[in-house]
């Protein structure tokens, strides 16, 4: 069992900046890859970013790329999702999400893992 806690949500004004975490604890066996989604009111969640185990690979959704940055401390075992620029669109529930392989090819493939969420609201 892998268990995901995701921090570091808020409130901003459009073009600021944030940065969330997700700690991560439990059987994590042999490495995992991590994603990035979200889910705004009324929407379907949608993926957002995502890595493989060693981080040589990487995939963002195209409304994000450039500006989101997803990267991790392997030490304390935390994935991060650096925001920059944020525009109002971006408001939504984010969700860190693990999949038992290290490794991935093409589309990132959706874990059974999940965080709880965290709030960000972006203000135009």
């Known amino acids: 069992q892998v268990r995901l806690l995701e921090s570091g949500g808020g409130l901003v004004q459009a073009g600021e900046s944030l940065k969330l975490s997700c700690a991560v604890s439990?059987?994590?066996?042999?490495?995992?890859?991590m994603g990035w989604f979200r889910e705004a009111p009324g929407k379907e969640r949608e993926f957002v970013a995502a890595?493989?185990?060693?981080?040589?690979?990487?995939s963002y959704a195209d409304s994000v790329k450039v500006r989101f940055t997803i990267f991790r401390d392997k030490v304390i075992d935390v994935v991060y999702l650096r925001m920059n620029s944020l525009k109002a669109e971006d408001t939504a529930v984010y969700y860190c999400?693990?999949?038992?392989?290290?490794?991935?090819?093409?589309?990132?493939?959706?874990?059974?893992?999940w965080g709880q969420g965290t709030q960000v609201t972006v203000s135009s």
């Open positions: 890595m493989s185990w060693n981080g040589r690979q990487t």
């Open positions: 999400n693990a999949h038992p392989s290290p490794w991935y090819t093409g589309n990132y493939p959706t874990g059974p893992y």
């Open positions: 439990g059987r994590t066996g042999s490495g995992y890859s």
